[in-house]
């Protein structure tokens, strides 16, 4: 059985390269809790992107230079799993 994500075209990146994370927490101060928590003292921005209608949760971009996809993915991870955050896109 064929699914559609079959048909995508593996994502090809030249690395290093800039990668951003979208990052959606409960609050911006939390967020950037887990951010320290996961990047330490890495050189990176982040900028608040959009809050809920009702407040309820708020999202913010983060972006930093990746070594390579292990380092990528092990971000990616490291974020989805900490407590603050809620989903990483």
Known sequence: METTNDK??????EYPCS??????GHEKVAIEKAIKDVILEREHS???SKAS????????????????????TFIYEALK?????KMVL
């Open 46 to 48: 982040v900028e608040h």
């Open 19 to 24: 990668w951003k994370y979208k990052l959606i």
């Open 81 to 85: 799993a900490h407590n603050n955050i």
């Open 8 to 13: 995508l075209p593996k994502l090809e990146l």
């Open 53 to 72: 209608k009702g407040g309820k949760y708020v999202s913010m971009n983060l972006d930093l230079l990746v070594q390579n996809e292990d380092e990528r």
